[in-house]
């Protein structure tokens, strides 16, 4: 499992966390927060802790992190406190600007629980991996349709070949029957 732990916070409050194993995350956490909180501007950023990465987001006052293995990259970290951030906000909206500690994690450890099994384990929560296949897909589609299309020029080579045959055999059939008209109007003349 690539995630092990999250939480989301308001400063230094704690409104919701989920951890899937015993470690001492929450207590690094909080030691996290409060140097985060101490800033009061946006960002993005990680800490290594042994073989483990804190990955923290912190948006308008609203600040989300997760312990990830090390073996995690950041992008599906990010990833992932991206939805919990927007999830959260969509859920709770200004109640998070006045709520308790611990006020939203009987509610919200299990949304918590449930995206970090998502995103440990679902290949399609990789965005980029996600977008790999589907390029993959669209360049196999375009191969089969330039396939189809040389074919078809192919026989248009083709078609086109045979309609100047034509065309000269038509110039010639008519160069003959014209002759014969003439021959066979000269021998009723000659014959009347």
Known sequence: MAILYALVARGSVVLAEFSATTTTANSIAR????KVSAANNDTNISYSQDRYIFHVKRTD?????CMAEDTAQ???PFAFLEDIHQ???RTYGR?????????MNDEFSRVLSQQMEYYSNDPNADRINRLKG???????????????????????????????YMQANSFRFRKQSRRLRNTMWWRNAKLT
Do not use: C, H, P, W
């Open 31 to 34: 030691q996290i927060l409060e």
């Open 61 to 65: 006052g609203l600040t989300v992190l």
């Open 74 to 76: 950041r992008r599906i």
């Open 87 to 89: 999830r959260f906000v």
């Open 95 to 103: 109640a998070v600007l006045s709520a308790q500690a611990y006020a």
């Open 134 to 164: 589907e390029m993959s897909q669209v360049r196999s589609v375009m191969i089969e349709n330039i396939d189809k299309v040389l074919e078809r020029g192919d026989r248009l080579d083709l078609l086109v070949g045979k309609t100047a």
